[in-house]
């Protein structure tokens, strides 16, 4: 049982570069999230999905780009990443709207932005 | 989170019993939840209160006041394995999850 994969765990990028953080889930879940951590914070939720090809703002979108292609995969990108946007980035996913605090959660990424 | 609080830190001691409280803004609820985040690791759920009233669950439960806002993960038989933050989170109308900033429990020997 994988649950829910994030790739990669750590990255180190330069002001301005680029990246692509991949979500992959085997629980046939319909919502799937991605939220960053940073100390002293709760977690801010930067996009999610409630289906395939479907895609909604969170809290903290901006600088960020997803895609929901298939049903298991949900992609986080950085077009031109900056300083600010060095955190620890969390994939999630969950089954019911009714029932979506129940969220079960990639091992994270960390990204440092220099 | 913006609208929910818990202490920033507690230390307990293994054996014990701990109350870590939460309180989030009443307008607007769906449910309240507790997650367990080892240092390094994923939050993992550990309880669910859409009623008002205590939910035991093994070793943890957690109560529910709505009319208060107010909630706590009650933790008994305290062991070396439970230090690790304690994420509060409120669902609200909209079913959008608000996020507390965690407590960090600390356990000594």
């Known amino acids: 049982n994988a649950g829910v994969t994030q790739t990669p765990k750590f990255r180190v990028l330069k002001t301005g570069q680029s990246m692509t953080l991949l979500c992959a889930q085997d629980?046939?879940?319909?919502?799937m999230y991605w939220y960053r951590q940073d100390p002293g914070m709760g977690l801010r939720l930067i996009h999610y999905?409630?289906?395939?090809?479907?895609?909604a703002k969170g809290e903290v979108p901006d600088g960020y780009n997803v895609s929901r292609l298939k049903k298991q995969n949900f992609l986080l990108g950085l077009e031109s990443a900056a300083p600010s946007q060095t955190s620890v980035y969390f994939c999630?996913?969950?089954?019911?709207?009714?029932?979506?605090?129940?969220?079960?959660f990639g091992e994270g990424s960390r990204l440092t932005v220099l | 989170g913006q609208n929910i609080d818990q202490p920033t830190e507690m230390t307990a001691t293994e054996g014990a019993i701990v109350q870590i409280n939460c309180t989030y803004q009443?307008?607007?609820?769906?449910?309240l939840f507790w997650y367990q985040q080892h240092a390094g690791e994923a939050p993992t759920f550990l309880s669910y209160n859409v009623l008002d009233g205590l939910e035991e669950k093994g070793r943890f439960s957690s109560f529910l006041s709505r009319s208060k806002g107010y909630s706590y993960l009650l933790l008994k038989e305290l062991q070396m394995k439970d230090s690790a933050s304690y994420l509060c989170v409120h669902m609200d109308s909209n079913y959008q999850l608000i996020w507390g900033a965690g407590t960090k429990l600390i356990i000594k020997p």
């Open positions: 999630a996913s969950s089954s019911f709207r009714e029932y979506t605090g129940e969220l079960f």
């Open positions: 009443t307008s607007g609820f769906n449910g």
């Open positions: 629980m046939n879940h319909e919502y």
């Open positions: 999905s409630v289906g395939e090809g479907t895609t």
